[in-house]
């Protein structure tokens, strides 16, 4: 199936598959992505809120959804949208992102991802109060935004004990301890190293929980293999380890916001 959207758009995971008429309820839709149901781009995606953009591809049960840069208006009348009750068509069915204003302006999208991150903020806040839990950073790309919006909430020093901002390799080599043949191996910005960071800080700080994160911001830093908007966060949780592998858009801000939403939904969503 392909998924028209303009050039610079992007959906959200969840919206998208209710768009492309594979489920009609998002209750349905949030449930089946937390259950490991969908695949971004070959990997398995939990986050409803993942942001989908051109030549992703996103795969539920036997579908397959091509995510394409909108086509002149001319090219669009010719193709026709056929209807899931029909026969299965020798042609993809095709879905016009571009019918529906998926994104809002850049100021309104900013005010909803501040927003989010606060509501999601606010029930971890409130869960680790209540269990008692003991909470620990290491940060990279996000140079220390983590651990400004924890200690912006009243009663934090309850739970949080402390963080290193390890933005350059020698804070990770000389502060987190980090192994140089990790960093010479996978690179700074890896699952490997955003797993060293986890650990070594949950050691440090001899916290319940630890959460590290690791990634290249933007404009510059890009490579063909990592570009910008590549991110690494790991979630230890006892002694349960959770990594996630993010390819976000966006300006530098808008990466780093987004890097942090994540890190918390990981951390509300598992403990």
């Not at 959200?12 to 949030?30: M, N, Q, T, V």
């Not at 960071?197 to 001899?206: A, E, H, R």
């Not at 959770?242 to 951390?267: D, Y």
């Amino acid at each position: 199936m392909k998924f028209y959207i303009n050039s610079g758009d992007e959906i959200e995971l969840f919206k998208l598959i209710k768009a492309a008429g594979l489920c009609d309820y998002y209750s349905d839709i949030r449930r089946f992505i937390k259950d490991g149901l969908v695949k971004v781009n070959g990997e398995v995606n939990k986050l409803k809120h993942t942001m989908i953009k051109i030549g992703d591809i996103v795969e539920y049960q036997e579908h397959k959804i091509n995510i394409i840069e909108s086509k002149p208006k001319a090219e669009q009348r010719a193709e026709r949208i056929i209807p899931v009750s029909e026969p299965k068509p020798t042609v993809q069915r095709v879905h016009h992102g571009k019918l529906k204003s998926w994104r809002p302006k850049p100021i309104e999208l900013e005010n909803e991802i501040d927003n989010e991150i606060q509501t999601v903020y606010q029930k971890l806040h409130e869960k680790l109060l209540l269990n008692k839990f003991s909470l620990s950073l290491a940060e990279s790309c996000t140079g220390g935004m983590v651990q400004e919006i924890i200690t912006a909430h009243s009663g934090a020093s309850d739970y949080f004990l402390g963080g290193i901002v390890s933005y350059s390799d020698q804070a990770k080599l000389n502060v987190l301890k980090i192994k140089p043949e990790i960093i010479s191996k996978f690179g700074a910005v890896s699952k490997e190293t955003a797993e060293e960071m986890v650990k070594n800080t949950k050691m440090i700080f001899n916290t319940d929980l630890a959460a590290s994160i690791t990634g290249i911001a933007g404009p510059g830093g890009g490579t063909t293999d990592k570009p910008v908007g590549t991110v690494h966060i790991a979630v230890l949780i006892k002694s349960k380890l959770i990594t996630r592998k993010l390819s976000l858009s966006g300006n530098r801000q808008n990466i780093r916001k987004k890097s942090v939403l994540v890190l918390f939904k990981l951390l509300l969503e598992n403990i």
